[in-house]
C-alpha cells in the first residue's frame, strides 16, 4: 500500500468521524490520529481474519479471532484487561473471553449475568453506544464483582453492532482512573462496525467449515 492510498483512507476516516458522537471536543490534529489508529486496528484485525480462514477451521476460528481481537484492543487503547461476549438473536451468550481468565460455568454465568443486568456492558447493550467510564468507583454504571483478580478504575464498553444487529460487547479496563478518553471513544467508536463484521466472517466460517474439513 503506497502513501497515496494511505492518505486518501485517512482523509476518508476523518470524513467519517464527523458523525463519531465523541469527536465534538477533539482537535483535528487528534483527529487525524484517532482515524490512523482506527486504520491500523483493521487492517491488522483483517490481516490476521484472512490468515485465520486459510488456516483454522471449526469453532477455532471463532476463538482465535476473539481472543486475537482482545489482544489488539488492548495494544492499541493500553488497556490493562479486556473481556468479550457474544450473543445471538435471542440475547444468548454463545461464546465469551473473561477478562479474569478461565473459571467454572457457574461462575462465568453469575459474572455475565452481573455485567449485561447491572453493568456497564449492559448499559452499553440496552443503549446501543459505547460506554465510557472515566472513574468506575463515582460511576454506578460499573459493577464491581466479587473476587475480581484485577483493578479497575476506568472502561470502556463497545457494542459490536452489524448493520442493525447486535452481536455482541467487549469491554476494556484499566487500572488507573482517566485511562480511557474521548479519543480513545472515537477510534472504538469508529472501528466497532469492522471489528463486528470481521467476528461475524469468524462465526460463518465456524459454522460452515467444521473442524478437519
Not at 15 to 30: D, G, I, P, R
Not at 80 to 96: A, K, M, Q, R, T
Not at 104 to 118: A, F, G, M, N, W
Amino acid at each position: 500500500m503506497n502513501l497515496k492510498t494511505i492518505s486518501s483512507q485517512e482523509s476518508l476516516l476523518l470524513n467519517n468521524l464527523e458523525a463519531v458522537s465523541f469527536q465534538s471536543n477533539l482537535e483535528e490534529h487528534t483527529l487525524l490520529t484517532v482515524a490512523q489508529i482506527a486504520l491500523q486496528i483493521q487492517t491488522t484485525l483483517l490481516k490476521s481474519s484472512i490468515s485465520y480462514a486459510q488456516s483454522v477451521s471449526g469453532s477455532l476460528i471463532l476463538k482465535t479471532t476473539l481472543k486475537t481481537t482482545l489482544e489488539t484492543l488492548t495494544k492499541y487503547t493500553g488497556a490493562d484487561e479486556g473481556s468479550i461476549f457474544l450473543i445471538d438473536e435471542d440475547g444468548v451468550i454463545i461464546e465469551s473471553i473473561l477478562a479474569r481468565g478461565p473459571v467454572t460455568r457457574d461462575l462465568k454465568d453469575s459474572v455475565i449475568s452481573k455485567v449485561l443486568d447491572s453493568g456497564l456492558a449492559g448499559w452499553s447493550l440496552r443503549y446501543r453506544q459505547i460506554g465510557l467510564i472515566y472513574d468506575a468507583i463515582t460511576d454506578d454504571r460499573w459493577v464491581q464483582l466479587p473476587n475480581q483478580p484485577y483493578k479497575a478504575r476506568s472502561a470502556l464498553a463497545v457494542p459490536l453492532i452489524y448493520g442493525v444487529n447486535i452481536i455482541g460487547i467487549i469491554t476494556l479496563t484499566h487500572s488507573q482512573a482517566n485511562h480511557f478518553d474521548e479519543a480513545i471513544a472515537a477510534m472504538m467508536q469508529y472501528s466497532m462496525e469492522s471489528i463486528a463484521a470481521i467476528i461475524l466472517n469468524a462465526q460463518l466460517h465456524a459454522e460452515y467449515r467444521p473442524l478437519g474439513a
